[in-house]
């Protein structure tokens, strides 16, 4: 078991551009997370699934986001029309009980 | 709205003293609690956890204290080393499925 994998590590890309991040979980972690940070901050929920189905999101999560888990497996998150806002690190977790397991996580850059 | 709080962005402490993180919360369902470690360039990783039935739990050098009265937890670490060098996150949970609201963080830097 390698644990919790994102790819890629690190993204630059121009406003306005749409950007996916995958999420590789432990394989028998039922439940995965989305977290964003920022600099001097800790981790922001986005989003959860417990298998395929996503049954919590944030208010943080605006229409641009979207995030998918299509087999229970591994999961997405997309950023349409991203925005200088959105540069950050996107962290990814995944959990069969109470402790969340993170990736190393995914930093956007938005020019 | 921040329900978890580190008030306190960063601590300095020398090599084989103690370290003591706080953590302040507000959401008093919370019943799941958590120490998270990060360095640099590396996602968080967990270090130790409490529930609200207690109120100590010790794992080696690492203690977590619970004052569900006050909503207050503080994990002291004993005796410090170099290598404890970090940012600390606090984080707290409720029905152990829902999501889990972190802090913002305590750099702590155990000086040789």
């Known amino acids: 078991d390698t644990g919790v994998s994102q790819d890629p590590r690190h993204k630059i890309t121009k406003r306005g551009q749409n950007v996916t991040f995958r999420c590789d979980p432990i394989s028998e972690h039922n439940r995965l997370y989305w977290y964003r940070q920022t600099l001097g901050q800790g981790p922001e929920f986005l989003t959860y699934f417990q298998n395929e189905a996503q049954l919590e999101k944030s208010r943080l999560l605006s229409d641009r986001f979207s995030a998918e888990r299509p087999k229970g497996s591994f999961s997405t998150l997309e950023i349409q029309r991203t925005e200088q806002g959105d540069s950050a690190m996107y962290l990814c977790?995944?959990?069969?009980?109470?402790?969340?397991?993170f990736g190393a996580g995914s930093r956007l850059t938005v020019l | 709205d921040q329900q978890v709080k580190q008030n306190s962005p960063s601590l300095s402490v020398q090599e084989g003293r103690i370290s003591i993180l706080n953590c302040d919360y507000t959401?008093?369902?919370?019943?799941?609690f958590l120490w998270y470690k990060k360095y640099p360039a590396e996602g968080p990783t967990f270090l130790i956890s409490i529930s609200s039935i207690k109120d100590k739990n010790e794992d080696g050098r690492f203690t977590v204290f619970l004052n569900k009265s006050a909503k207050h937890l503080s994990l002291h670490i004993v005796p410090s080393q170099p290598g404890d060098s970090a940012v600390y996150f606090c984080a707290a949970r409720r029905d152990a499925i829902g999501d889990m609201r972190f802090g913002a963080g305590t750099r702590l830097t155990v000086k040789p």
């Open positions: 959401n008093s369902m919370f019943d799941y």
């Open positions: 977790a995944s959990s069969w009980a109470n402790v969340l397991t």
